[in-house]
């Protein structure tokens, strides 16, 4: 089984910065063979794509609202992928999930449906 682990959210003032972690595990996962994507929930809102990771690290994709501002990484070693967040505003206050992708060998993938190993998620807080 696959287990995902989110960590690193909390509140932070408007322009602040956070990093999040996702920490993966499981038996027969092998974490440097599929693509690793960060999304976001805010309440009464539909689930948004924040960010993505190709399985290589090569490439990466943002929403449109954290580009910029956001940043993802993996690194390999650590089966631990990773989200920095820069210049934080209130708008992007949500609950963060990581997901890893449904195959391996993926390219930074923003749709959800590619994904089917979801964390637990985050809370982030932005106060204004």
Do not use: H
Not at 41 to 62: C, H, L, M, N
Not at 76 to 102: G, H, I, W
Request: proline residues 2%.
């Amino acid at each position: 089984q696959v287990q995902l682990v989110e960590s690193g959210g909390g509140l932070v003032q408007a322009g602040g910065s956070l990093r999040l972690s996702c920490a993966a595990s499981g038996r027969t996962f092998s974490f440097t063979r599929y693509a690793m994507g960060w999304f976001r929930q805010a309440p009464g809102k539909e689930r948004e794509f924040v960010a993505a990771i190709s399985w290589t690290g090569g490439s990466t994709d943002y929403g449109d609202s954290v580009k910029g501002r956001f940043t993802i990484s993996r690194d390999n070693a650590k089966n631990t992928v990773y989200l920095q967040m820069n210049s934080l505003k209130p708008e992007d206050t949500a609950v963060y999930y990581c997901a890893r992708s449904t195959v391996i060998l993926a390219g930074a993938l923003k749709d959800p449906d590619r994904y089917n190993y979801w964390g637990q998620g985050t809370q982030v807080t932005v106060s204004s």
